[in-house]
């Protein structure tokens, strides 16, 4: 258990649909990243919260969209889903000042037919 | 764009034998370059980095050669086992205050048989 846990473990959806990944980050870190994972692809960095606040974006699409809450747990929705968004949605997260030791969760895995 | 390529993208290797995987980075403002090793159905995990000043780094059987003049740098694994097939993703840092940025290379996919 790397101390990063995300919900749900595995999505199945339909075209069009709305979803919600939720990630709660280590004890005490304060930065979280949300990374997509397609198949045989490697690890595309979506988006970053640093203690409630968007501090990095990367390739991600206007139908996503995340949010940092209070408690530090962190929210990626991505909505109007297509087939081509099926992937491994992975959130990480690091102590602040991100250091190298950025932690990942298992991941979700998202199926959209 | 991409700033950190990796090859090979897939390396077959014999037990005991050295698994070799390459990185080449683009932006010299990189701090941190570090390697991860992701299993099926998991989360990458961080196996090993290095700081850009210094030329290797050692851990058990993993060591990373850096080059920072040519912008290389390279993850050996020596007396590979079966249990280190995985994928491994080379990566690189840039840190400053609460601003992070983590990219990663397109991944090796390494099978070592027995």
């Known amino acids: 258990d790397s101390g990063v846990t995300q919900t749900p473990k595995h999505l199945i959806t339909a075209t069009g649909q709305r979803v919600t990944l939720r990630c709660s980050p280590r004890?005490?870190?304060?930065?979280v990243y949300w990374y997509q994972q397609s198949l045989d692809q490697g690890l595309q960095f979506l988006i970053q919260y640093y203690n409630g606040e968007e501090r990095a974006k990367g390739n991600i699409l206007e139908r996503f969209s995340a949010q940092q809450f209070p408690d530090l747990h962190s929210e990626l929705n991505l909505s109007s889903l297509e087939l081509g968004d099926s992937a491994l949605y992975f959130c990480a997260s690091s102590a602040q000042g991100g250091n190298y030791g950025y932690t990942f969760g298992s991941g979700t895995r998202l199926t959209v037919v | 764009q991409q700033q950190v390529k990796q090859s090979p993208q897939s390396l077959i290797v014999q037990k005991g034998g050295i698994s070799i995987i390459n990185c080449a980075y683009e932006n010299t403002a990189f701090d941190y370059f570090p390697w991860y090793q992701q299993f099926p159905g998991k989360g990458p995990a961080l196996l090993i980095a290095?700081?850009?000043?210094?030329s290797e780094k050692k851990e058990g059987r993993f060591t990373i050669s850096f080059n920072k003049s040519a912008k290389q740098f390279s993850l050996h694994i020596m007396d590979s086992q079966p249990g280190d097939s995985a994928t491994y993703f080379c990566?690189?840092?840039?840190?400053?205050?609460?601003?992070?940025?983590?990219?990663f290379g397109a991944g090796t996919r390494l099978a070592v048989h027995p």
């Open positions: 990566a690189a840092l840039r840190f400053s205050g609460g601003y992070n940025k983590l990219i």
């Open positions: 004890s005490g870190d304060l930065s």
């Open positions: 290095i700081r850009p000043d210094v």
